[in-house]
Nanobody, 114 residues
Framework: QVQLVESGGGLVQAGGSLTLSCAPS????????MGWYRQAPGKQRELVAG???????HLADSVKGRFTISRDNANNTLYLQMNSLKPEDTAVYYC????????WGQGTQVTVSS
């Protein structure tokens, strides 16, 4: 079964930057959209950013102006550039791909210290 593999998480100080990457472990066909979700301890999972096959993007209000989502359609690689990070951005970040089924990655931890 094809999986999504995230990388790039880690520990960073407030105000710092991180770039998350996500790539499929095999071929995934007809991906309509990809996105990033996050889940902080004790909170529900929330959509952070999404991008369609035409590169139309959506960002949650809490990250607008700080995060950028982009996608390499040639190899279905997804990126999340995160700038001006805040402690409240601390969460496990999950990559998703939708092709009729919603495929999830295993998650990568992002910790922002104050």
């Amino acid at each position: 079964q094809v999986q999504l593999v995230e990388s790039g998480g880690g520990l960073v100080q407030a105000g710092g930057s991180l770039t998350l990457s996500c790539a499929p472990s095999g071929n995934i066909f007809h991906i309509a959209a990809m996105g990033w979700y996050r889940q902080a301890p004790g909170k529900q999972r929330e959509l952070v950013a999404g991008i369609g096959s035409n590169n139309q993007t959506h960002l949650a209000d809490s990250v607008k102006g700080r995060f950028t989502i982009s996608r390499d359609n040639a190899n279905n690689t997804l990126y999340l550039q995160m700038n001006s990070l805040k402690p409240e951005d601390t969460a496990v970040y999950y990559c998703t791909a939708y092709n009729g089924d919603l495929i999830w990655g295993q998650g990568t931890q992002v910790t922002v210290s104050s």
